[in-house]
């Protein structure tokens, strides 16, 4: 039996969309458990397992319906198949689940192209019952690692990483395999296999987009330490207002190609071919 794990926030224009590719996709039995939270309508009799409880953390969640799907499980080599509310396989996905399987017993995302993130990332990530019951599986943030620049990062999926580290276990990573990008982060195909949406249930501006901004606003610190003193604080306001107007912009952007590309997903089963 196959697990899938999976959560819809405020927006339930990925419910049915994920449901049809899940069908046409998974060609073995599964059960679909999912938290459903603050959506229009209410879509709980698509699933085996539905939860509105007013959770907010994504990781708390993950983990509950995990222990559900534990429950529920038959055998210890059941798959577990986590995977984000605006995602899914855009190509049979079984026959490369059980051939990763004979060397690896977990795979994930690896969203390196988010300013090199390291850890197993929630919108994909396989594994068996027994494993995810052996390393005692968590979701959760905590551990940090060190991103590019020196800075501190954890996310969703950063004990994980420390879990199977700690334990010497090879997972195999999905990277990002778009031969076109319209965004950096979001709206991306990994091993041509499976589609994220990105930002599908929240704010569109990525700490990809930050990074950017961020080494913009060092050149503006620049700009300043040779502005005259006593014209610092006119021109230091004008350069936030500039900072404002461009994350907007970054904003505006991304929510224009993100509405395209999901009309092309509502009108074009097959949209996901310019990706690959």
């Known amino acids: 039996m196959i697990h899938i794990l999976t959560v819809h926030w405020k927006d339930d224009r990925f419910i049915d969309i994920q449901l049809r590719y899940f069908q046409k996709n998974i060609n073995q039995p599964y059960q679909i458990y999912t938290f459903l939270n603050y959506l229009p309508q209410d879509h709980s009799e698509k699933f085996f397992y539905a939860s509105s409880e007013p959770i907010k953390s994504h990781a708390i969640k993950l ?25 899914f396989p855009i190509q049979p996905i079984m026959p490369w689940l059980y051939e990763k399987f004979k060397n690896y017993p977990l795979m994930a995302v690896k969203r390196f192209e988010n300013d090199q993130d390291n850890h197993p990332h929630p919108l994909f990530c396989a594994t068996t019952v027994g494993f995810w019951k052996e390393i005692k599986g968590d ?21 994980l990483l420390k879990n199977l580290e700690d334990r010497k276990i090879s997972w195999y990573p999905l990277l990002r395999s778009n031969k076109i990008n319209y965004h950096p982060v979001n709206l991306g195909v990994y091993e041509d296999l499976i589609y994220h949406h990105g930002s599908g249930f929240r704010s569109s501006l990525t700490r990809k987009d930050l990074v950017d901004m961020n080494i913009f606003t060092r050149i503006l610190d620049k700009l300043l330490m040779i502005i005259p003193s006593r014209k610092v604080e006119k021109k230091l306001a004008s350069l936030i207002s500039t900072r404002i107007k461009i994350k907007r912009n970054i904003i505006n952007k991304n929510d224009q190609i993100s509405q395209e590309i999901f009309d092309k997903i509502k009108q074009n089963p097959e949209f996901y071919r310019e990706f690959i």
């Open 63 to 87: 983990n509950l319906l995990a222990e559900m799907a534990i429950f529920n499980a038959v055998s210890q080599d059941d798959i577990l198949i986590f995977i984000d509310g605006d995602a």
């Open 139 to 159: 979701w959760k943030a905590g551990y940090y690692w060190q991103n590019p620049r020196g800075d501190l990062i954890t996310d969703v999926g950063a004990n």
